[in-house]
Nanobody
Framework: VQLQASGGGLVQAGGSLRLSCAAS????????MDWYRQAPGKQRELVAR???????TYADSVKGRFTISRDSAKNTMWLQMNSLRPEDTAVYYC????????????WGQGTLVTVSS
């Protein structure tokens, strides 16, 4: 599975950004597609997840502000980020969990989101 994230940039606090992630390769049996982020000096954290059936989960810190969505036919996932805060500044990564008799997590390259105060 290959993942390509895009859409990061610089935005003022309170603003919005939309990240995209395109999946390619052997994308059969995808269990979930995810957005992670890693801020400087911090561990990578799961921000949002969308399961193959459409169920979504979010980190408490982004609930009500971020929305994850997916178009399976286009193998594309998005993260709509509203009401951005300086603490949302991080490198955002898209991930995919594939279940082919066992779970494997794939990462794409990151896209930098910077929120200025």
């Amino acid at each position: 599975v290959q993942l390509q994230a895009s859409g990061g940039g610089l935005v003022q606090a309170g603003g919005s950004l939309r990240l995209s992630c395109a999946a390619s390769g052997n994308i059969a049996s995808i269990y979930s597609m995810d957005w992670y982020r890693q801020a400087p000096g911090k561990q990578r954290e799961l921000v949002a997840r969308i399961f193959s059936g459409g169920t979504t989960t979010y980190a408490d810190s982004v609930k009500g502000r971020f929305t994850i969505s997916r178009d399976s036919a286009k193998n594309t996932m998005w993260l709509q980020m509203n009401s951005l805060r300086p603490e949302d500044t991080a490198v955002y990564y898209c991930g995919a969990v594939q279940n082919l008799g066992g779970f494997t997590l794939y990462w794409g390259q990151g896209t930098l989101v910077t929120v200025s105060s």
